[in-house]
């Protein structure tokens, strides 16, 4: 069975995910924040990480960026819930691989995360590829002439 790791500081809501998670086959860790959570890093790995982003203590972007950074916890596909703003949270970690807002739909989140976890973290194009993907687009882009 494979692990999921669940950073929420609401109760209620970490409870209801553990259930939810469980009741799909899987194995649950529950971290009230971004500091126990990598606490719980130190044993076994989990094959995702669910993280909600405003939380005492450390935060869910601050917990990405320090998984990130780890080489041996960099892979671990990273999906947060928020009911701030996704913008909010890429100002403070762009790592992530899935958002998802609160209150969120339970179906859409179990077919993301079995997505992420069957598949890994979706590759990150290179800037090599970014920069050929603009040049193909902007010879597309026709300006009209100056007057």
């Known amino acids: 069975m494979k692990l999921v790791l669940i950073v929420e500081d609401e109760f209620g809501n970490a409870e209801v995910l553990r259930l939810l998670f469980e009741a799909e086959g899987y194995r649950v860790a529950n971290a009230s924040n971004g500091k126990v959570a990598l606490e719980l890093l130190k044993g076994e790995r989990p094959a995702l990480i669910l993280s909600d982003f405003m939380m005492p203590i450390m935060n869910g972007g601050e917990l990405g960026n320090v998984v990130r950074s780890t080489p041996a916890l960099s892979d671990i596909p990273f999906v947060f819930m928020s009911g701030t703003s996704e913008e909010v949270v890429r100002r403070s970690f762009r790592g992530y ?7 969120f739909d339970f179906l859409a989140m179990l077919l ?11 590759p990150r194009p290179s800037s090599e590829d970014v920069d050929k993907s603009m040049r193909q687009l902007l010879k597309g882009i026709h300006l009209p002439p100056s007057t």
């Open 97 to 103: 691989d899935g958002f998802l807002t609160k209150p």
């Open 112 to 122: 993301l995360v079995e997505r992420l976890i069957a598949g890994g973290r979706p």
